[in-house]
């Protein structure tokens, strides 16, 4: 029987959505701890290896102990942040595409709103006394959501505007889409989503062709009193354009969620512009996809790639290590 090999801390609804899906297929075992001299006997038996935070549930010395053939399964949907020189070309590397999409796509729905009523300008207001029914927010019916990427994320959000009279158009990377939207074009057509876009989501991977994407620029190409919103990577857009583009246009209007230095990946958080002075910002720390219930979810969707594999068919969302060798 195959070997499965856990990487992430143990889970009861997680490890149950494993064995649902591993079940009858593979033999699922959790990593022995740092200093077991078992552990690297089990790293080296794995026919896969599922992990969650990879680059902190593994040593960088430890990926060369996978054997050919083994399949790394990601539980993150980006895995920008994976130690891609210590993995051996001999091992497949998988994300885990789509896996958080639905409660992702009703936390940017939630940033779209606020922005768009400015809930948290009138909170404020009232906070101080003000009754003030002066501001007027946006009405959405029949304004443009545009999307940089049409992936899981991008589609499972566009099932939430679409419903709101929302016009939908995207770029990404084949120009095609199995979806019925309003528009559909490869990344040569970004100029004219970022005209277009009333409401604009970044739904794209960080890799060597994202990275810095919407500079200067980009970001004067988009309306003035447009509201964009990046739950992606926050080095997908240039941090001293965005924020001279919001201080000098008040109604442009953001929602961050994904940073330029967070503590998961680079030990700290830390901004260098004062984003949070300016009052057409919204900010959260980077936890779009942790609802209740939705880690066996993941776990599930990332079992089932795994099995496949397993049975010899091709694994989805395969990672061209290329694309992140920045």
Known sequence: MKKV??????????????????????????????????????????DAVISFMMHNELDPGEFSLLKEGCLLQSMQAGVDALPFSDIPERVTICANTGAWADPMAEHILGMILSLGKYLQKCHDRLGKGQFDRSIVSTWFRGKTCGFVGYGGIAKAVARLVRPMGMRVIAVNTRGETDEDIDLIGTMDDLPRILQESDVLVIA???????????????????????????????????????????????????????????????????????????????GSPHNTNLVDGI??????????????????????????REDYLF
Do not use: C
Request: proline share 7%; no cysteine; charged share 30%.
């Open 204 to 282: 794209v991977p960080l890799t060597r062709k994202t990275l810095g994407l919407l500079g200067e620029k980009e970001l004067a190409m988009m309306k003035e009193d447009a509201i964009l919103v990046n739950p992606a990577r926050g080095a997908i857009i240039d941090q001293k354009a965005l924020y001279e583009r919001m201080k000098a246009f008040p109604e442009f209007r953001v929602g961050i969620d994904a940073w330029w230095v967070e503590p998961h990946t680079h030990g700290e958080f830390r901004i260098d512009y004062p984003f949070f002075e300016l009052d057409n910002l919204l």
């Open 295 to 320: 880690f066996p979810v993941a776990a599930g969707i990332a079992a089932d790639n795994v099995r496949a594999f397993l049975e010899g068919q091709n694994p989805r969302s395969i990672v061209d």
């Open 5 to 46: 090999l856990v990487t992430f801390p143990e889970d009861r609804a997680g490890d149950l959505a494993l064995a649902d899906a591993l079940g009858g297929v593979a033999e699922i075992s959790r990593i022995p701890e740092r200093g077991d001299p078992s552990r690297s006997g089990a790293l080296k038996e794995a």
